[in-house]
Antibody, heavy 117, light 107 residues
């Protein structure tokens, strides 16, 4: 049974660095890529970046300079780190598995992150 | 970047009505398109992949079609549990881009 679960702090201050963890089960990180998708409150979905099965990464150019995605395959975990947080980074962060056709077939429940002083 | 223009932004329909949502891609993406349903407070759920294939467990009243660079999601007989927000996603090339969403409500 494929599962993904995000974890991390709910409240951050501007200029801080966000660290989120996505713990997966039911598949191997060396078989499927995992991406991060952000959803500002009441708004649509935005792909942020992906770490592929081979370990390579792709980032959305809008956040590329601030974003890093890595993984620990032994722990089945994917990490998101984003620095220089601003209030507009507030939203729900999802991790999702890339399935066939490159799309997201399984999603985590999401973690709400608020950036506020 | 590939732009996905989704319409309408909101839609009010009656039970058993036929509902159609469209996404227009800014360039050719082949069949690299998916549709998702998101209910309040929940993560998106995959409905359609490869533009026309039904995901596991999705009711057969949902269907996807393609005409050139225009993609459509059709709900043949709207049910109460279909209420939510629908998104398309192009997975042809990075950056992966979603449509703006369609909020489907009951009339």
């Amino acid at each position: 049974q494929v599962q993904l679960k995000e974890s991390g702090p709910g409240l951050m201050q501007p200029s801080e660095t966000l660290s989120l963890t996505c713990t997966v089960s039911g598949f191997s990180l060396t078989s499927n890529g995992v991406g991060w998708v952000r959803q500002p409150l009441g708004k649509g979905l935005v792909w942020m970046g992906t770490i592929w099965a081979g370990g390579s990464t792709n980032y959305n150019s809008a956040v590329q300079s601030r974003l890093s995605i890595s993984r620990d395959t032994s722990k089945s975990q994917v990490f998101l780190k984003m620095n220089s947080l601003q209030p507009e980074d507030t939203g729900t962060y999802y991790c999702a598995r890339h399935g066939s056709w490159g799309l997201f077939d399984y999603w985590g429940q999401g973690v709400m992150v608020t950036v506020s002083s | 970047d590939i732009q996905m223009t989704q319409s309408p932004a909101s839609l009010s329909a009656s039970l058993e009505e036929i509902v159609t949502i469209t996404c227009q891609a800014s360039q050719d993406i082949g069949n690299w398109l998916a549709w998702y349903q998101q209910k309040p407070g929940k993560s998106p759920q995959l409905l359609i992949y490869g533009a026309t294939s039904l995901a596991d467990g999705v009711p057969s009243r949902f269907s996807g079609s393609r005409s050139g660079t225009q993609y459509s999601l059709k709900i043949s007989r709207l049910q109460v549990e279909d209420i939510g927000i629908y998104y398309c996603l192009q997975a042809y090339s990075a950056p992966w881009t979603f449509g703006g969403g369609t909020k489907l409500e009951l009339k």
